[in-house]
Every structure is written in structure tokens, then in C-alpha cells.
């Protein structure tokens, strides 16, 4: 599978994730920082460190992985004051 | 209590990041703006790099963010290791990548960055730090 091919798979799959677990508190993701690999979860965790760590560990090319923090919702604008 | 101090530059509060590439090689120390002004305590980036450094430093896509006022659009979230290590600070953060940066800087600290550690002038008006 190409490298193209895992982001669109790792994109979808964090997608749906994140929609799942906004919606459903009780989904097993909710809260958790989620660690996903060539188109599956391969870690859960409390903490971004661990999964970020273990999510190296499991597949060291970035660019085949996606990390998420389940139940948040990304589509809030954040402001960064403009400096004059 | 360990403190990292930094003169201003450009007459603006600086600090600076170490960043790590793929190999574990230390890349040379990144400048930022400290600015309080940049996202809220709920945000989810804590710095805003230029896109390239994140790539660089072997930053793992997490989605992609909306940000307003002096960054206006769309931009990619990563996850990537930060280090501060004057005082031992070494953690993995979310970092907004963008294509370009605040002339003189390489990139921002953000407000959730900064309240991570007692941060001011520490009563000398010419310098910036952070402290643990």
C-alpha cells in the first residue's frame, strides 16, 4: 500500500474516532490519546507522551501514522493576536 | 528552582526550543516570540512553527486546525518532542506548523506553552525567562 494510500486510511479512521468518541462519552476512546499505523489503532493512552512514544516505537515513519486526542473538538477557531 | 533566561530580541520577550530530528540529532536552538496572546488555556497547539521544522523533527500528523487573527486559515497539528534543556524541560507538545513565521523568530510560544512555567522579566527589564 503506498504511502498515500495509509494517510487517506489513517485520516479516516482518526476521523471517525474523534466523531465517535465527541459524540458518546462512554466510547472507549473518549479522552484517550489515540495512536494509529498503516490504517489501525495500535495504541490508547492518558497521556500524549506515552502515546506518542509507543506509536514511534511501533512504526518509526511518521508518515504512516496519526495521533489524536479523542473528544476533542478541532473545529474550534483558536485566535493568535496580531502583533503591530 | 531551575531558571532559563534569555535577553529580548527585537525588543520582544524570546525564548528557546531544541528540536529533535529523525535520527536524534539535536537540530540548532529555535527562537520564539513569547506571546501570551497566542491561543487560549484550551487550545490545543502550545507553539507555532514554520511547517518545515515540524517535518524536520520527525512530527507525527495529528489533524488539521483553524486559526484566526495573525494566522488566519487552516493549518496542520503535529505532535513532536520539545526541549527547553536549561531547565530540563523535555515533553512531547502540539505544535501548529505554518509556512512562515514572524520576521527575526522562528516560530511563537503560545499562552499554554508559558503557563506551564513561572514566566516574566524576573525584575530585569531587558530579559525573558521561564522558570520551573
Redesign the interface.
Known sequence: MSVTEIRELNGALVDQINREALADPHSPYAGKWVGVANGKVVTVSDTLDETFKELQRIEPDPKRTRLIEASRDYSVVEYVWEVH | MPRAIWPLHRG?PRLEVVLNT?SGMLLSPRNL?A?S????MQ???EL?LTDQDCLAS??????????????SGAFP?Y?L?IQVPQIGFD????VVGVPIV?TGFDG?A?FRFLNRFTYGNFGDPDQFGLEV
Open positions: 520582544r529523525l516570540v506571546d496572546g497566542a491561543g487560549s487550545a490545543p497547539f507555532i520527525n512530527a507525527t500528523l495529528t489533524t488539521t486546525i483553524q486559526l484566526g487573527g495573525a494566522f497539528l505532535s518532542r515533553r512531547i507538545l502540539q514572524l511563537l503560545g
